[in-house]
C-alpha cells in the first residue's frame, strides 16, 4: 500500500530543496567557450600574439632573398653578394624557426594549464550536484568530462588567438608580397584558393554534426559503465549498438577530412601549374625574371601550409565550440 505525502512533508522536502539551491556554489566553468578562454588566458593571449607577430614577419623575409639570390645568379652577380644573401637566407630561416620553437612551447603550457583549470571546476561542479537519482549519470558522465572531454578544450586554448593570427598574417603577408611582384600571377593564385571558401564550410559543418553525435554516444556509453546492472546480458546489446554508432560517426568523420585535404591539396597543384605556365610565357617574352617565377612557386608553396593550418584551425574551433557546449549543458543539467 502506498504511503502517501502530508501537505506538511511535501512543504518541508520544497523547503529542504530551495535551501540546497540557495547555499549552493556558483558553476565554477563558464558557460561559453570564448569566456573560459579569457577567464583562464587573457594575459597570456597578449604574450602569444606579439610572438606570433614576429613569427610571420620572419616567415616572409627569406623569400625576397630567395628571389634576389635566383636573379643574381642568371645576371652574372658576383659570388660574394650571392653568397651573403644566402647567409642572410640561413639567419632568417633560423630566427622563424626560434620563434616558431618558443611559440609552440608558449602554446604548450597555456593549453595544459587550462586544461588543469577545467578539470578541476568540472569536478568541482559536479561534486555540488544534488540529485540523489542521478548519481549513476553524474559519476558516467564525470568521467567522460574530466578525462577524456577536458584535455581537446584545453589544447585549443593554446592556439586559439595565436595561431589564426600567425596563419592570417602569413597569408596577407604572402599574397601582399606576390602582388608586389606580379598582380595577374597573383589574383591567378586567389583564384585557386577560392573554391576553398565554399567546400571548407560545408564540409566542416558535418563534421561538427557528427563529433556531437560522438561525444553524446560516448557518454551514454560511460554511464552504462558506472551503472554496472547485475543482469549485464540486458545491456550489452544497447552498448555493442552504441560502440557500433560511435564507429560509424568515426569513419564519416575520417572520410569527410581527408575528402577536405585530398581538395586542398588538388587545389595548390593547380595553382602551381597555372603559375608555372604563366610565369614560363612571360620570362619567354622578357616581361618578367626567372627569380620571380621561382618566388611564386615557393610562395604558393608556403601559402598551402598556413591555409592548411588555418583551415584546420577553423576545424578545431567549430569542434571545440560543440564540445564545450555539450559540456556547459551536462553541467548545468546534473546541477539543476
Not at 611559440?103 to 597555456?110: E, H, I
Not at 578539470?119 to 577524456?148: F, M, P, W, Y
Not at 587545389?267 to 619567354?284: E, K, Q
Request: hydrophobic share 45%.
Amino acid at each position: 500500500m502506498l504511503r502517501q505525502t502530508s501537505p506538511h512533508h511535501r512543504a518541508e522536502d520544497l523547503s529542504v530543496k530551495a535551501e540546497a539551491t540557495r547555499f549552493r556554489s556558483p558553476a565554477k566553468t563558464p558557460p561559453s567557450l570564448f569566456g573560459f578562454i579569457w577567464l583562464v588566458s587573457a594575459h597570456n593571449q597578449l604574450g602569444l600574439a606579439l610572438i606570433s607577430i614576429l613569427a610571420f614577419l620572419a616567415g616572409i623575409a627569406p623569400l625576397e632573398l630567395q628571389r634576389r639570390i635566383v636573379n643574381d645568379t642568371f645576371r652574372g652577380g658576383t659570388p660574394k653578394i650571392i653568397i651573403l644573401l644566402a647567409i642572410a637566407y640561413a639567419g632568417f630561416a633560423a630566427l622563424a624557426g626560434m620563434i616558431k620553437l618558443s611559440l609552440n612551447v608558449y602554446r604548450g603550457y597555456v593549453g595544459e594549464s587550462a586544461t588543469r583549470w577545467l578539470r578541476n571546476a568540472l569536478l568541482d561542479d559536479l561534486r555540488s550536484s544534488t540529485s540523489e537519482h542521478r548519481q549513476a549519470v553524474a559519476k558516467g558522465v564525470e568521467v567522460s568530462l574530466v578525462i577524456d572531454e577536458a584535455d581537446p578544450i584545453g589544447g585549443f586554448v593554446g592556439t586559439s588567438v595565436s595561431e589564426p593570427l600567425l596563419q592570417g598574417g602569413l597569408l596577407v603577408g604572402l599574397f601582399t608580397y606576390m602582388a608586389y611582384l606580379q598582380p595577374l600571377m597573383a589574383l591567378i593564385a586567389l583564384a585557386v584558393f577560392s573554391p576553398q571558401f565554399v567546400f571548407v564550410p560545408l564540409m566542416q559543418r558535418a563534421i561538427n554534426r557528427r563529433v556531437a553525435d560522438r561525444v553524446t554516444t560516448l557518454r551514454q556509453i560511460s554511464v552504462g559503465i558506472v551503472e554496472e546492472p547485475r543482469d549485464r546480458n540486458a545491456t550489452s546489446g544497447a552498448q555493442q549498438a552504441r560502440i557500433q554508432e560511435v564507429f560509424v560517426l568515426n569513419m564519416g568523420v575520417i572520410r569527410l577530412k581527408f575528402s577536405m585535404n585530398f581538395l586542398m591539396n588538388l587545389m595548390s597543384h593547380l595553382g602551381i601549374a597555372s603559375i608555372l605556365a604563366l610565369g614560363g610565357y612571360y620570362v619567354v617574352q622578357g616581361k618578367t625574371e626567372v627569380g620571380t617565377v621561382v618566388a611564386f612557386i615557393s610562395g604558393l608553396g608556403q601559402l598551402n601550409e598556413p591555409w592548411g593550418d588555418l583551415v584546420n584551425w577553423f576545424r578545431d574551433l567549430r569542434v571545440t565550440q560543440t564540445k564545450y557546449d555539450l559540456i556547459s549543458r551536462a553541467v548545468k543539467n546534473l546541477r539543476d
